[in-house]
């Protein structure tokens, strides 16, 4: 029998968890950050449910571009960073090729030419990646005419392709594609020239290797988490008998062609439903941490002990069930490392599908970024686009169709 007192102990415990964790919710939901639009949605032009960003400086001009695959519509587009004073309107654009169910769109120099090319990966009926060319000439960049889009042999009609990261696996020639896939025979691979030394635009020049199956892979992260000088690689695999957050070993360039040779270490999750992570040194030890958001009301934060991972969780902000993406970097600027959370929020109008958890000790306080706009969230990025000293977060919507846009850090 719990007696009155241990009730109300209870219930005090509960409150100041709740205070910890949702202050906003003492006095209603702070104030929203601004949201920027870079593109909205337009049926006509193809860009119907914006699904993820990714960044790179496509022009070399030191600012961060993004390229995006609109899944319904069906539209691979690039957006042209314009600079700090400019930032706030309308981001300039090329729409680079059209495809069926783009579930990601990632920069990549395939072709070693210089000029950045766009892979998108293809589920729905497709079932196929493509590689979207860019113009040999720079000036033609941003000319959507000037781009060839075409079908990689080797995935063609495959698998269900959910996401790609490049990364240099041999330490030669062009990079190499990490890929991905959900459902029946879902993996993780890699796409990598037959010929090393060919460079040419063949796209049925590469091979796929298979290193894992999977069951519904979420995130790629290329990094190198041995020391031992070649890109590992950080997953998140959501469904599955092998689901759970864990990394592959490169054995290094003699035998990276070999898919035995690839140690996978799982690092933990097991029994969870593992979203998009990120990895970053979260408490100044110099280790390399990750966390992972998941759709079971908690992120998990794996960090490094000697040899040891240890798994903590944390809750998810609002009491949200459904976790989507997280970013890992110093929001308000107190040297701290902060993590920015983006949800499904299942319809629930009441709380922010965008916010951000301080890190204070061993405490975490969430407070509002998204305010009550906007449903299913994707993949957050943070970069300082207004170059006022902060972290602004961008990120896309594409349930109520808000399109690619990014929110303006209001605390510096």
């Known amino acids: 029998m719990i007696t009155e007192g241990q009730g109300l102990a209870k219930r005090s415990a509960l409150l100041l968890l709740v205070v910890c964790l949702c202050p906003d919710l003492l006095t209603g939901l702070a104030k929203p950050w601004k949201r920027h639009t870079i593109d909205s949605s337009n049926k006509a032009a193809g860009k119907l ?7 790179a400086d496509v022009n070399g001009d030191g600012l961060l ?16 960073n314009p600079g700090p004073a400019k930032v706030r309107s309308a981001w300039p654009s090329v729409t680079v090729g059209r495809v069926v169910s783009p579930e990601d769109a990632v920069f990549v120099d395939l072709d070693n030419d210089g000029n950045l090319d766009v892979v998108s990966s293809c589920e729905g009926s497709a079932r196929t990646m493509y590689i979207h060319w860019a113009p040999a000439k720079r000036g033609d960049y941003w000319n959507p005419s000037a781009w060839k889009t075409g079908a990689i042999p080797a995935t063609k009609g495959k698998q269900l392709w959910m996401f790609a990261a490049p990364a240099q696996l041999d330490g030669r020639g062009a990079v190499e594609l990490f890929v991905s896939s959900k459902g029946a025979d879902a993996s993780i691979g890699f796409l990598v ?6 460079l ?16 519904w892979i979420m995130s790629l992260e290329p990094l190198d988490m041995d020391g031992d000088g070649d890109t590992d690689l950080i997953y998140s695999d959501r469904r599955g008998d092998n689901r759970g957050v864990g990394w592959l070993e490169n054995p290094g360039s003699a035998n990276f062609r070999k898919a035995a040779a690839w140690n996978d270490h799982l690092l933990g999750g097991q029994g969870k439903e593992v979203m998009f992570l990120d990895a970053a040194d979260l408490d100044g030890d110099h280790d ?9 009301q908690q992120l998990l934060i794996f960090k490094k002990t000697d040899s040891r991972w240890n798994v903590d969780t ?35 109008r009441k709380v922010p599908g965008v916010s951000w958890l301080e890190q204070a000790g061993t405490k975490w306080a969430a407070h509002n970024i998204g305010g009550i706009v906007g449903v299913k ?4 990025e943070l970069v300082d686009l207004d170059k006022d000293g902060d972290l602004d977060a961008i990120t896309c919507e594409e349930s109520d169709n808000l399109g690619v846009f990014w929110y303006e850090n209001p605390l510096k």
């Open 193 to 198: 020239r037959k010929n090393a030394d060919s």
């Open 314 to 348: 944390l809750p998810n902000p609002y009491g949200l069930p459904h976790g989507k993406a997280v970013a890992i970097g110093d929001v308000n600027g107190d040297g701290r490392p902060d993590l920015v959370h983006t949800t499904n929020t299942g319809g629930n």
């Open 200 to 215: 040419t635009r063949d796209a049925g020049g590469f091979e796929f290797v298979k290193l894992r199956s999977a069951g």
């Open 377 to 380: 969230f994707d993949l957050i």
């Open 49 to 55: 449910g914006a699904d993820g960003v990714r960044l």
């Open 288 to 296: 390399t941490d990750i966390v992972c958001t998941t759709r079971n």
């Open 65 to 80: 571009d993004i390229t995006t695959g609109w899944e319904q519509g069906g539209a691979i587009v690039i957006y042209r």
